[in-house]
């Protein structure tokens, strides 16, 4: 977010698991989960978006977001900050740690006028870390997906994906292992 301005730089409306892998480690703090899954994505340049990040005020110098809902169209049920560092590990993954930090929301008094405001302020109370890894040759693949018309299949397949033998599979378990055993070590 640039200062002074709010814009909507992608509205998601569903995500859909594909598919999902835990690996729980009873004697580790520290767990993981692969997961492929598809996005919805629509038109931020539509109503009733374009009507809500109309009624979008960030003040820099306290820390503050107001908003409205939109009546009808769209009410928010949560507002989160994100904080995302990318860094790259060795090729060809890229891991991204995102802090995200649950602001609170206080409705402001109305003066009787009939639209809602609604402040959203930082607490630090809840806070949480992700952390994600990312196999960058398949960054291109999936960016194709964006391109696509309507009904058209992606011209991948599971097998590139994965690789012959599951070789780019195995890679990407052998990295996450390895990670989960740095922060086991940086933590105990």
Same mark, same amino acid.
């Given at each position: 977010?640039?200062?002074?301005?709010?814009?909507?730089?992608?509205?998601?409306?569903?995500?859909?698991? %594909?598919?999902?892998?835990?690996?729980?480690?009873?004697?580790?703090?520290? !767990?993981?989960?692969?997961? &492929? *899954?598809? =996005?919805? /994505?629509?038109?931020?340049?539509?109503?009733?978006?374009?009507?809500?990040?109309?009624? %979008?005020?960030?003040?820099?110098?306290?820390?503050?977001?107001?908003?409205? !809902?939109?009546?009808?169209? &769209? *009410?928010? =049920?949560? /507002?989160?900050?994100?904080?995302?560092?990318?860094?790259?590990?060795?090729?060809?993954?890229?891991?991204?740690?995102?802090?995200?930090?649950?602001?609170?929301?206080?409705?402001?008094?109305?003066?009787?006028?009939?639209?809602?405001?609604?402040?959203?302020?930082?607490?630090?109370?809840?806070?949480?870390?992700?952390?994600?890894?990312?196999?960058?040759?398949?960054?291109?693949?999936?960016?194709?997906?964006?391109?696509?018309?309507?009904?058209?299949?992606?011209?991948?397949?599971?097998?590139?994906?994965?690789?012959?033998?599951?070789?780019?599979?195995?890679?990407?378990?052998?990295?996450?292992?390895?990670?989960?055993?740095?922060?086991?070590?940086?933590?105990?």
């Amino acid at each position: 977010m640039t200062q002074g301005v709010v814009q909507l730089d992608k509205v998601v409306t569903r995500n859909n698991p %594909v598919t999902e892998i835990n690996w729980i480690s009873l004697d580790r703090i520290f !767990d993981f989960q692969m997961s &492929l *899954k598809t =996005q919805e /994505v629509v038109r931020s340049d539509v109503k009733p978006y374009t009507t809500f990040i109309k009624r %979008v005020a960030a003040t820099l110098t306290s820390n503050t977001l107001t908003y409205e !809902d939109v009546p009808d169209f &769209l *009410k928010v =049920q949560d /507002v989160l900050h994100k904080h995302t560092t990318r860094h790259r590990l060795h090729y060809p993954f890229i891991i991204e740690i995102t802090r995200t930090q649950r602001l609170t929301r206080t409705p402001q008094p109305t003066m009787g006028i009939t639209s809602q405001k609604i402040m959203c302020a930082y607490t630090g109370l809840d806070m949480w870390y992700d952390v994600e890894v990312f196999y960058s040759p398949h960054k291109a693949e999936f960016e194709l997906n964006r391109k696509l018309a309507v009904g058209k299949l992606a011209p991948w397949t599971v097998e590139t994906i994965l690789g012959e033998n599951d070789s780019q599979l195995i890679e990407y378990v052998r990295c996450l292992l390895l990670l989960t055993e740095k922060y086991q070590s940086v933590v105990s």
